[in-house]
Structure formats: C-alpha cells, structure tokens
C-alpha cells in the first residue's frame, strides 16, 4: 500500500485483455506490477475472471504509457483492448499500487466486448464503471 501526490497531468486507462495466465502467473504479475507501479507512482485495481483481465490504472500520462508498454508486451495475456482513457481529476485506488479482485461474473461481458465491433466512449464508460461497482469499497480511504 502507498500514498501519491497528484501529478499535474494525472490521468486513467482501463483495458480488456484475455488470459493465458495460470493461477501462479497471475500471482507473479501482481508482484512485479505492484514493484515496478510503486516505482511509477501508478495506482489501480487488476480484475480476473478467470478467463479475461480488465485493469484500471492512474498516473501520470509518461507512467501510463510506460506501464502500456510493458502490458502490451506480456505473453500472459492477449487482445489488450484499451476501452477508456483521459484525464482524471482523482484516484480511486490512491492506496494501492495494484488491488485485485477476482471477478467471474465479468468473464461473458468480455468475452462478447472483445468479440464485437468497438464500443462507444459512452458504452464503455458505462461497461467500466459496471464492472468497478463491486470493487469499489477497495479503493474508500477509512
Ligand atoms: C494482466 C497483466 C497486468 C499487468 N499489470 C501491470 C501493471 O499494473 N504494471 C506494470 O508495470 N506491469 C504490469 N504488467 C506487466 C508485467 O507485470 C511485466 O512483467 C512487468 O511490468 C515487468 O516487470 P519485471 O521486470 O518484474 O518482469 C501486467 C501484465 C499482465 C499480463
């Protein structure tokens, strides 16, 4: 756990990606992404559903295309498929370097969102903030 002052041009990136991660490569990616976002000042919630992954991050612009970077590059996963990024006024996850939550029940709603055609920005803010819902109270500072 940590705690980061804002960067000025602080900003949120929320991707889909689907999983060829066994149990034990999912522990060893949140160690090694937990060490090299400490380091970035990245923040964020990593969701598993057993078949897919979707992760939120927030930094700096430079700290997110770094951390892009080395997930577009990760063999563990395939179809990484940004669905929202910007600015943001605030962190949601400001006390976590990467909090994980396991999420089943998002495994269909990503399969058929990387099936089909692009969503709109409007479908994917909705889809976003539909599968942060339940993991929410991970990111409430008491
Ligand atoms: C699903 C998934 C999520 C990842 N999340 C992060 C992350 O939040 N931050 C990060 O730096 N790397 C992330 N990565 C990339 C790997 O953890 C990568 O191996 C690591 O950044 C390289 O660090 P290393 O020098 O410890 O191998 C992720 C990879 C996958 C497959």
């Given at each position: 756990m940590t705690t980061h002052a804002p960067p000025t041009d602080l900003c949120q990136l929320f991707y889909i990606s689907r999983s060829l991660s066994t149990p034990l490569d999912v522990e060893a990616i949140l160690v090694s992404s937990r060490r090299q976002n400490l380091r970035r000042g990245v923040t964020g919630i990593l969701l598993f559903s057993g078949g897919h992954f979707a992760q939120l991050l927030e930094g700096s612009a430079q700290a997110l295309r770094e951390t892009m970077a080395a997930i577009d590059a990760d063999?563990?996963?395939?179809?990484?498929?940004?669905?929202m990024e910007g600015p943001l006024?605030?962190?949601?996850?400001?006390?976590?370097?990467m909090a994980f939550f396991e999420a089943p029940g998002a495994d269909d709603l990503i399969q058929q969102l990387l099936a089909g055609p692009p969503v709109s920005p409007e479908r994917a803010q909705r889809v976003v903030e539909r599968m942060l819902a339940p993991c929410l109270h991970l990111g409430a500072s008491d």
């Amino acid at each position: 756990m940590t705690t980061h002052a804002p960067p000025t041009d602080l900003c949120q990136l929320f991707y889909i990606s689907r999983s060829l991660s066994t149990p034990l490569d999912v522990e060893a990616i949140l160690v090694s992404s937990r060490r090299q976002n400490l380091r970035r000042g990245v923040t964020g919630i990593l969701l598993f559903s057993g078949g897919h992954f979707a992760q939120l991050l927030e930094g700096s612009a430079q700290a997110l295309r770094e951390t892009m970077a080395a997930i577009d590059a990760d063999p563990r996963h395939e179809a990484v498929t940004r669905l929202m990024e910007g600015p943001l006024a605030q962190r949601r996850f400001a006390n976590w370097s990467m909090a994980f939550f396991e999420a089943p029940g998002a495994d269909d709603l990503i399969q058929q969102l990387l099936a089909g055609p692009p969503v709109s920005p409007e479908r994917a803010q909705r889809v976003v903030e539909r599968m942060l819902a339940p993991c929410l109270h991970l990111g409430a500072s008491d």
